[in-house]
């Protein structure tokens, strides 16, 4: 079992940065792939960002590629997502996601493929 902690979100200006962490606990996510998803209000939960179990492989949705960077230290049992050049849309809940799976290749946007779920931290980007 993976216990997810959230934190980080907030509230910033359009254009600007935040960072959001996942920590785990109760196992090491070592060995597992992870993505970030987020919820905007009246709207189903979409994939932001994936990275496999060593971090190695990377993808990101299409409206934040070259924005967002997700990354992870699987000895510190830690992900980030560093999002930049923030704008309106992206405000939602985000959730961290990690996998059973090492790799989820071709799947990594598909919500069902991940199993454990951090508690969702609000971002809120203002125009």
């Known amino acids: 079992q993976v216990q997810l902690v959230q934190s980080g979100g907030g509230l910033v200006q359009a254009g600007g940065s935040l960072r959001l962490s996942c920590a785990a606990s109760g196992r090491t996510f070592s060995g597992y792939a992870m993505g970030w998803f987020r919820q905007a209000p009246g709207k189903e939960r979409e994939f932001v960002a994936y990275?496999?179990?060593?971090?190695?492989?990377?993808a990101y949705a299409e409206s934040v590629k070259g924005r967002f960077t997700i990354s992870r230290d699987n000895a510190k049992n830690t992900a980030n997502l560093e999002m930049n050049s923030l704008k309106p849309e992206d405000t939602g809940v985000y959730y961290c996601a990690v996998s059973k799976e090492r790799y989820l290749t071709g799947g990594y946007s598909q919500l069902s493929r991940y199993d454990y779920w951090g508690q969702g931290t609000q971002v809120t980007v203002s125009s």
């Open positions: 990275s496999s179990e060593s971090g190695r492989t990377t």
